[in-house]
C-alpha cells in the first residue's frame, strides 16, 4: 500500500456490480485454485482453511449466471505444456522450458530477458484459457453469443488485471478471452457489501461442464504446484506406464529454489522451480550464461507463489500464513478422486468435441500465446 496514497489499486467492483445489473448479458466467473484457501480469512477463518463450497454460493448470490472453476482450465493447461514439453524433447528444441501462466513473470522476462522469448511455453494462463473456451465452446453450447456473455475471473493476482487487457488474449478486437479480472480481496468486499453470512452458507459445487478438476490443478496455487502437475502427465504419458507416487516432495516447500530429478525412457530431466523475481533472475541469468543444466523451469513472481500474490488478504510477509495456505491446496489435492490432469474426464470431453488434439491446429489457436520484446525498465 502506498503510504502517501499517491497509487491506489486498481478497483473493478462497480464493473462488476454494473455487469450484473445488464439484463442483456450472461455473467460467468472463474475462481483461482489460491482464492479458496484464502477468501476466509476475510470472513474471521484461519488461514488455510478450504471454502470451496462457500465461494461458489456466495457467488451464486451475488448473481452470476454460472460459477466455475479455473483449475479446470489448469488441467487444460497440462494437458498443452506437457505435450509442449514432449514435442521439445521429441524434435530436440530449445530446452528449458519455461512456464508461463504468471504475468508478472511474463511481462519481467519481456522487459528484462528479451533474448530468450523462445524458451517460455507458448500455453496461456489457466484463466486466460478458460475465457477463450467460454466464449468459444461455452457460448456455443448456450445458444449464446460472444458478445453478450461476460466472463469475470476472481484471482488472488492484480497482474491478472494487466493480463486481461493484453490485445493478444482475445478472440477478436472486441472480444477479449476474459473481460473483467477482480482480486480475493475484491471478492471479499462485494460478499460484505451484498450483506451475505459467508460462514452460515452451505456448500455448493460448481457448474458443469468446465467445473470439473484434478488434484494436480488445485496445487497450480502454491510455488511448485504447476511442474509439479506438468510431471504427472508428461511421465505417464511418455513412458505409458503409471505414475504411483504422485507427491515430488522436493518441488515443495518455501525455499527460494528447488529441483529434483526425474528419469523418463532413461533420460534424467532435471526439474527447477523458483518464487520471487529475484530468485528468477539468478535462474536467468544462468540460462543466458549457458551454465543452467535444467530441462523445465517453473516460475512464480509472488514469494509462495499465487496462495502468497498481490490480490490475497494481507499476510504481512507472515510464512506461516503462506504455509498454512499452502497445507489448504495440498489437502483439497489429496482428498480429490482424480489427481492427474489428464484422467479430467471433462477435458477429455473438451478435446473429442471441440478442440481435437492436444497441441493441435485449434488448440494452438485458442490456447497459445506468444511474446513480445520490450524495452529494459
Ligand atoms: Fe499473479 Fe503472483 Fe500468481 Fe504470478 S505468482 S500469477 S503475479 S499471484
Not at 32 to 41: D, I, N, S
Not at 97 to 117: A, R
Not at 207 to 232: C, K, N, Q, W, Y
Amino acid at each position: 500500500v502506498c503510504p502517501t496514497g499517491a497509487l491506489t489499486e486498481v478497483d473493478h467492483v462497480g464493473k462488476v456490480w454494473r455487469e450484473l445489473n445488464n439484463p442483456k448479458k450472461t455473467v460467468i466467473v472463474q475462481t483461482a485454485p489460491a482464492v479458496r484457501v484464502a477468501l476466509g480469512e476475510l470472513f474471521g477463518e484461519e488461514p488455510g482453511t478450504v471454502v470451496t463450497g462457500k465461494m461458489v454460493a456466495a457467488l451464486r448470490r451475488l448473481g452470476f449466471d454460472k460459477v466455475f472453476d479455473t483449475d479446470f482450465a489448469a488441467d487444460l493447461t497440462i494437458m498443452e505444456e506437457a505435450s509442449e514439453l514432449a514435442h521439445r524433447l521429441k524434435h530436440e528444441e530449445t530446452l528449458p522450458i519455461l512456464t508461463s501462466c504468471c504475468p508478472g513473470w511474463v511481462k519481467f522476462f519481456e522487459h528484462q530477458f528479451p533474448d530468450l522469448l523462445d524458451i517460455p511455453s507458448s500455453c496461456k494462463s489457466p484463466h486466460e484459457m478458460f475465457g477463450v473456451i467460454a466464449k468459444t465452446y461455452l457460448a456455443g453450447k448456450m445458444g449464446i453469443d460472444p458478445k453478450d456473455m461476460v466472463v469475470v475471473s476472481v484471482m488472488p493476482c492484480v497482474a491478472k488485471k494487466y493480463e486481461a487487457a493484453r490485445p493478444e488474449l482475445a478472440i477478436k478486437p472486441e472480444i477479449p478471452d476474459v473481460d473483467i479480472v477482480i482480486t480475493t480481496r475484491e471478492l471479499g468486499r462485494m460478499i460484505h457489501e451484498a450483506g451475505i453470512d459467508f460462514k452460515s452458507l452451505k456448500d455448493e459445487d460448481f457448474d458443469r461442464p468446465l467445473g470439473e478438476s484434478s488434484g494436480a490443478s488445485v496445487i497450480f496455487g502454491t510455488t511448485g504446484g504447476v511442474i509439479e502437475a506438468a510431471l504427472r502427465t508428461a511421465y505417464e504419458w511418455l513412458t505409458g506406464s503409471t505414475l504411483e507416487n504422485v507427491e515430488f516432495e522436493s518441488l515443495r516447500g518455501m525455499e527460494g529454489v528447488k529441483s529434483a530429478k526425474v528419469t523418463i525412457n532413461g533420460r534424467t530431466l532435471k526439474i527447477g522451480v523458483a518464487h520471487g523475481l529475484g530468485n528468477a533472475r539468478t535462474i536467468l541469468e544462468g540460462i543466458r550464461a549457458g551454465e543452467c543444466q535444467l530441462d523445465a523451469i517453473e516460475i512464480m513472481a509472488c514469494p509462495g507463489g499465487c496462495i502468497g500474490g498481490g490480490g490475497q488478504p494481507y499476510h504481512h510477509g507472515n510464512i506461516e500464513i503462506l504455509k498454512a495456505r499452502a497445507e489448504g491446496l495440498y489437502k483439497e489435492d489429496r482428498d480429490k478422486p482424480i489427481r492427474k490432469s489428464h484422467e479430467n474426464k471433462e477435458i477429455l470431453a473438451l478435446y473429442d468435441e471441440f478442440l481435437g488434439k492436444p497441441y493441435g491446429e485449434k488448440a494452438h489457436e485458442l490456447l497459445h500465446t506468444s511474446y513480445t520484446a520490450r524495452k529494459k525498465l
